[in-house]
């Protein structure tokens, strides 16, 4: 069955970087223009890889986010500090989208970034208390496991990024 708009977006970009490649790179004078003209092929093959990779890999990072947050949520109860977090916390993983709204892209990217930022907010608190020796069991192994996740994220961004940019050479 053919997709309902054709060309799909990742055709339509196909198309793009093949008429760069065979027709607009060859056609340049100069240096700098086959420059450009490398680089935005470049970038037609990262978009190309996005389109293809980015719209799971946010998916799978809200289902790895959700209960690492939850975890971190119950351990910033027992701090000072983490009381405030521990609810925004709550509050981001009690958002629901409405299941009759196909999440867009950008949408779920944006949802991604501020789950991304409540990591970001737990390692303030949990950091220099680690770091001076003052860290219970509890925030060792949280901080543990954001370093996992951490990794996983790099692995995963790096399923876009190399495939895209591999074997192409410097831009400039």
Known sequence: ????????AGETIRNIRQGLEDWIRPATQGSAAYSYATTAIALCHHVESRLELEGQQLFDEIARLRPLLARAAEVMDGHDKGAALAAAIRRALAEERDPA?????????EQVA??????????????????????????KA???DIRSYIGWQLEEQGKIVEPAFRGRGPRR
């Open 101 to 109: 709204v196909y999440p867009t892209l950008s949408a779920t990217a």
């Open 114 to 139: 501020q789950l991304r930022q409540l990591v970001c907010d737990i390692q303030d608190i949990v950091i220099p208390q680690d770091e001076a020796g003052q860290a219970s069991d509890a925030v």
């Open 142 to 144: 949280l901080r543990e």
């Open 1 to 8: 069955m053919k997709p309902l708009l054709t060309p799909t």
